[in-house]
């Protein structure tokens, strides 16, 4: 054990590289080699296809949304079976309207207050892969491009640093 406070680490080989950081969060980690988020890890170069979609509505909004409409497609058919729609008053039928228009503010307020989740899949040995899933849509587009630019480097040869070149000086 050092008592001064410094580590030991095997020296690096020269010829030894390491592999390009592209982006780094907790739980995800996009290189020019790997695609790693939680437990899953892939190679980037065997991802042939990207692409994007949203996932599914929130379950109990859609339950939600289901269950108004069906009692007041319930309510409808009762009154209609009933003879109740030619006793009622213009501000019945207004009522009726309004909360028929129900359904459709549950459905926004659902999507407003939890959004589908953003999805990034992939192509992985001719199947298809639910890569990566977020709810932030920063966070996904910071993702998507990171795994983007990782598999541009990998079928342009990988990520080398460019030759230096000499000073360019003019003729005289």
Do not use: C, K
Request: proline share 8%.
């Amino acid at each position: 054990m050092q008592t001064d406070g410094s580590t030991t680490r095997p020296p690096r080989s020269p010829g030894a590289s390491t592999p390009t950081l592209l982006y780094a969060r907790p739980g995800i980690v996009v290189t020019g080699e790997r695609f790693t988020v939680g437990r899953n890890s892939w190679p980037v170069a065997d991802i042939t296809q990207l692409w994007t979609a949203r996932g599914p509505h929130d379950r109990l909004a859609l339950r939600a949304v289901a269950v108004s409409a069906a009692l007041i497609g319930a309510v409808g058919v009762l009154l209609g079976f009933t003879g109740g729609l030619q006793r009622l008053t213009a501000a019945a039928y207004l009522t009726l309207g309004a909360v028929g228009l129900l359904p459709l503010l549950l459905v926004l307020a659902g999507d407003r207050w939890r959004p589908p989740a953003y999805e990034l899949w992939g192509r992985l040995g001719g199947a298809e892969v639910l890569l990566f899933s977020s709810d932030d849509e920063r966070q996904f587009g910071q993702v998507t491009r990171a795994l983007q630019r990782a598999r541009e480097g990998v079928r342009h040869g990988g990520w080398t640093d460019p030759p230096a070149a000499a000073a360019w000086r003019p003729n005289r």
